[in-house]
């Protein structure tokens, strides 16, 4: 039972200490992700060799919480909770621009390709060629269960 305990333990540090580093890559990245997408100056579709993407704006309400408060201040002033409701409504209704992007069928990155990206992130060269390959062992048997086309937000307006 004992060894049970310190295994599983081990295990949490093991956990946790890698996902310091890993969660700081990952922040990087979701940082960089929407930087690079705005710079892509594409209107409408792009087909190319290796890749494609296109940009579609779509409606969308949002959340704004706060529906118990509303529903009581329309309860106790109806006229004035109508408008206020009119004034959320209004707010609610965002149109976004979203980037969707993908691999054409039949194509690759190459490893040339992602490691410029891992040089972005602040990895030397040998560190790059060392991280390479179990970085796409796991990524293809995670796109092997998304198996979707990928999406960024580009803008969101009223």
Known sequence: MVEKIE??????????RLDIPVSSMSGKLKRMKPKLAQE??????????RVYARVDEEDKMKARGMKEGISKFEEQFPRHG?????????????????????VNTGCRLTSDD???????????????????????DASRVLSRKRDEERRILLDTRI
Do not use: C, N
């Not at 892509?40 to 060799?49: R, W």
């Not at 109508?82 to 993908?102: A, D, N, S, V, W």
């Open 7 to 16: 295994r599983q333990i081990i295990g949490l540090i093991a956990a946790d």
């Open 82 to 102: 109508k408008i206020l409701r009119g004034y959320i409504e209004e707010q609610r209704t965002l149109r976004e621009t979203h980037m969707y992007f993908g």
């Open 40 to 49: 892509i100056e594409v209107d409408g579709d792009f087909e190319g060799e």
């Open 114 to 136: 992602y490691m410029g990206v891992m040089s972005d992130l602040g990895f030397t060269e040998a560190q790059s060629k060392a991280l390479y390959q179990p970085l796409m």
